[in-house]
């Protein structure tokens, strides 16, 4: 097929249910596109007929190549790892594999590139979660952009298209616990922000859980802002300003001669606060020491099992 101008990368996890209907809509594009676009599938260790489904297509058809990493290693890591083996000499486009993120949008995103823009990502005007999730999601972007070092857009997620160049720094960049959106934006150059209404899954289940949810949200705050950090000596300092104002008010009580207040309750009052602040401080610590001992590690990003095309 040549040396593609474009690759389009989708990490897929027991997406069995809705296989066909992404291959239907990808191959539908690669039809009628005067462009010649690689498609990038990856195998994030699936459980179901996914890895059978995709060998099969990369059999009869030479535009899909098939990443087969050997065990489950998560959204971010199996989109880094298509992002490695994209070829896609212009840009690369990332979608995920429930055809929530709509796969015709890539020429859209692609005459921005050729505008002169390394990075076209696509922000989510509605979304079709609950409202407790809606919620949760305009929080935490709003927590994210007030603490972060750098500009991560908000109600962004990893649905973009980036130019080569940048596909080549964000594939070198050795981290492990990978935040797409944030390494994108802290890449830097032209960055263009897409507006659309993002879809509804067409099949089978969300594969983030509250518990990876949860991590992504931990790695968007401690890989890219030094806010835990600050947070400790301002507990430290919040917690020395209470104990000399507590000391200031029971040394007035003692002079006006007024009742002092009964120990027990103070005494009760100061440890929990005390051991409670120094607790949060050991865990912010101890997080950091963990990610830094999982970094030094220098064990690979990911495991191929095989590749087809």
């Known amino acids: 097929m040549g040396n593609p101008e474009i690759s389009i ?68 890591i199996a989109v880094s790892a298509g992002m490695y083996h994209a070829g896609g000499d212009k840009a690369v486009m990332i979608i995920d594999g429930d055809l929530q993120d709509p796969p015709e949008l890539i020429h859209s ?12 990502y696509a922000v989510r005007k509605n979304r079709k979660e609950s409202f407790l999730m809606k919620t949760a999601y305009w929080l935490y972007y709003r927590i994210q952009r007030m603490v972060s070092n750098y500009n991560i857009p908000i109600d962004s997620g990893d649905f ?93 009580l003692r002079f006006s001669g007024s009742i002092l207040p009964q120990g027990y309750i103070t005494l009760i009052f100061s440890i929990s606060f005390f051991s409670g602040a120094q607790l949060i401080c050991l865990g912010l610590i101890g997080e950091y020491v963990f990610r830094t001992y999982n970094q030094v590690r220098q064990r690979p990003l990911f495991i191929i099992d095989k590749v087809i095309n």
């Open 9 to 76: 990368v989708a990490p897929l996890y027991n997406e069995e249910q809705g296989f066909q209907s992404l291959i239907e809509r990808i191959t539908a594009i690669l039809n009628s596109s005067a462009l010649n676009i690689q498609v990038v599938l990856v195998n994030d260790g699936s459980t179901d007929n996914t890895p059978f489904l995709m060998q099969l297509l990369s059999d009869k058809d030479q535009r899909f190549k098939s990443v087969f990493l050997s065990r489950n290693h998560g959204h971010q």
């Open 160 to 252: 973009c298209m980036v130019s080569k160049r940048v596909r080549d720094i964000m594939v070198s960049m050795p981290e492990e616990n990978r935040y797409l959106r944030g390494m994108r934006s802290w890449v830097g150059f032209k960055q263009y922000p897409f507006d659309y209404d993002r879809a509804e899954r067409q099949a089978g289940e969300p594969k983030y859980s509250l518990k990876k949810l949860m991590e992504l949200a931990f790695n968007g705050i401690f890989n890219f802002t030094h806010f835990p950090i600050k947070l400790i000596y301002r507990l430290g300092f919040f917690s020395i300003s209470i104990s000399v104002l507590y000391m200031i008010y029971l040394l007035t």
């Open 109 to 120: 995103f692609y005459e921005k590139i050729k505008e002169g823009y390394d990075v076209v």
